[in-house]
């Protein structure tokens, strides 16, 4: 029983046109399964440099400018005296009839230095204003001695701004002595 000639070339053909079918069709799939892969390599890899990047460089980063400012020391500070010392009357409703402040300031810039005591005349007078109107009630305790501070420290600072100077360059303001008789 044999096949007809046309059925055993419809046989022979249709394996080989499926062969050649699958073979086209495999490159077109293999081209664009190679396409894939690629991308998704550069695209890890692309990650994980970035990754890397920002853990491992980031630190770097952050230390390279944590150690200049800890290499850096602070100026020695240097203290300005407003020589003679305050003195101004109290009213005569307590016991105590003056206050006499002796008063130094603070800075670290010696260009401050100059520019303190070119414009001591002026600080002078605002200091003194502001000790007149205290009493002896309000500086008898700590608290009220650190609000005169304070309240000194900002007027110093408010002329040296209005001198066209650099207020937070004064650090600090000190009463080296606080006497009230």
Known sequence: MSKPPDAKAKTKAKPGA???KAEEAAKP???KMLIIIIIAVVVLLGGGGAAFFFLKGGKDKAAEHAEPEKAVPKAAAVYIPLDPPFT???ESVSNARFLQIAVQLM???????EFVKANIPAIRNDLLLLF???TSAGLSNVEGKEKLRAASLEAVRNIVSAEG???????????TTLVMQ
């Open 18 to 20: 499926e062969d050649g």
């Open 29 to 31: 799939k293999s081209k």
């Open 88 to 90: 101004v009357n109290f």
């Open 107 to 113: 800075t670290r810039d010696p260009e401050m230095v």
């Open 132 to 134: 007149g109107q205290q």
């Open 165 to 175: 100077g650099h207020p937070e360059k004064i650090e600090g303001l000190y009463f």
